[in-house]
């Protein structure tokens, strides 16, 4: 049986310039926050790109069933922290899985 989640991406855009600085919060919000698999599980932790406007970060997390709302109030407290940066920005993005998704056009996921 396929049990219901929520992927959640996070894309995070800051200045080159302020590389260093973004590092060294990451690695601080890692301490606070560490990750708790009861909650999500860790998809893609960060990959890092460079843009013509600066730097690009994504992150991907699978979110347990009926934790999303725990999940959230954990990244709101992140983002908050992230937002001491100048120039930081971050989107996030909260997608259906496939089974959940199905339905509502009238289908259901294959088993596999």
Not at 6 to 35: A, H, N, Q
């Amino acid at each position: 049986m396929v049990k219901n989640m929520v992927l959640v991406m996070t894309t995070s855009y800051f200045p080159t310039d302020k590389s260093e600085v973004v590092g060294k919060k990451y690695i601080e919000i890692r301490k606070k926050y560490p990750p708790d698999r009861s909650i999500s599980k860790p998809i893609l932790r960060v990959g890092v790109r460079v843009t013509p406007d600066g730097m690009k970060a994504i992150g991907i997390s699978e979110v347990k069933e009926d934790k999303f709302s725990e999940f959230m109030r954990g990244l709101y407290e992140q983002i908050l922290l992230w937002s001491e940066i100048e120039g930081y920005r971050m989107d996030v993005e909260v997608f259906m899985s496939g089974t959940e998704a199905l339905p509502l056009v009238g289908l259901k996921m294959p088993e596999e």
